[in-house]
T-cell receptor, first 114, second 113 residues
């Protein structure tokens, strides 16, 4: 069965520090991978998605970047965190090579920038 | 824990009763819809999905109804249990052939003992 791992679960970082959140998927090949941010009382905001190694689509101009160095690894990064980067970050995967398949989410990272 | 769900509409249901959670979707071109359950501190969990060529789909204790005429989606939970307490939200694919899903803000379900 497929599993998705996302870490760390919580993170407190000072303003101006770098960020690296990692997500890995097991049990499937060539998945579509996503990074979302969830704000209280709001729907999930798509930040990045990837349909293959090295392919990254950015949805929202911001202080963040994403990379996919391996088929089942997705990394969210920032060189210098802002206070506004605080939030709940979710990684997700879906079956590749097709549309209309559900997203499967990790358990998220709660990021607090102080 | 996760603070998502603050200021969300809340549905309170007695344990054992049926729950109906509603969602109005935004894009008439959407042809695929998903319901998720999110417990505090966790990521959203897939419950059930439906394609636009169907108007009803059943799973274990859950039923999703789709009314394309009024762009309305509902999730019915039979014999609601305490473990069903969570935030529920719907998602639509926005248009055919896209990887981008549009998510609703959610409804909090509280199960009363």
């Amino acid at each position: 069965s497929q599993t998705i791992h996302q870490w760390p679960a919580t993170l407190v970082q000072p303003v101006g520090s770098p960020l690296s959140l990692e997500c890995t998927v097991e049990g499937t090949s060539n998945p579509n991978l996503y990074w979302y941010r969830q704000a209280a009382g709001r729907g999930l905001q798509l930040l990045f998605y990837s349909v293959g190694i090295g392919q990254i689509s950015s949805e929202v101009p911001q202080n963040l970047s994403a990379s996919r160095p391996q088929d089942r690894q997705f990394i969210l990064s920032s060189k210098k965190l802002l206070l506004s980067d605080s939030g709940f970050y979710l990684c997700a995967w879906s079956v590749g090579q097709g549309y209309n398949s559900p997203l499967h989410f990790g358990n998220g990272t709660r990021l607090t920038v102080t | 824990g996760e603070s998502v769900g603050l200021h969300l509409p809340t549905l309170s249901v007695q344990e054992g009763d049926n729950s109906i959670i509603n969602c109005a979707y935004s894009n008439s071109a959407s042809d695929y819809f998903i319901w998720y359950k999110q417990e505090s501190g966790k990521g959203p969990q897939f419950i059930i999905d439906i394609r636009s060529n169907m108007d009803k789909r059943q799973g274990q204790r859950v039923t999703v109804l789709l009314n394309k005429t009024v762009k309305h989606l509902s999730l019915q939970i039979a014999a609601t249990q305490p473990g069903d307490s969570a935030v529920y939200f719907c998602a639509e694919n926005g248009s055919v052939g896209t990887y981008k899903y549009i998510f609703g803000t959610g409804t909090r379900l509280k199960v009363l003992a």
